[in-house]
């Protein structure tokens, strides 16, 4: 069917099929950064590594002007 022959019906159902993707999509962004805002809004918790790279006694060997 070409766009010359849809009847007014036709045409308002596929701008209201336009109309709700776009809201969807729109929908979707809010979710995700509303998501997002509420990650970011919260204090970083405190974190202690479990491991060290490099043993204690030799870390001072990598240091500048260190004193033994």
């Given at each position: 069917m070409s766009r010359e022959n849809e009847t007014a019906a036709?045409?308002?159902r596929r701008e209201l099929h336009r109309a709700v993707e776009r809201i969807r999509s729109e929908l979707d962004k809010i979710d995700l950064l509303s998501s997002a805002m509420a990650a970011f809004s919260a204090p970083?918790?405190?974190y202690e590594p479990g491991f060290r790279h490099?043993?204690?006694v030799t870390a001072s060997a990598l240091e500048l002007?260190?004193?033994r």
């Open positions: 036709e045409r308002l970083v918790p405190d490099m043993r204690h002007n260190s004193r």
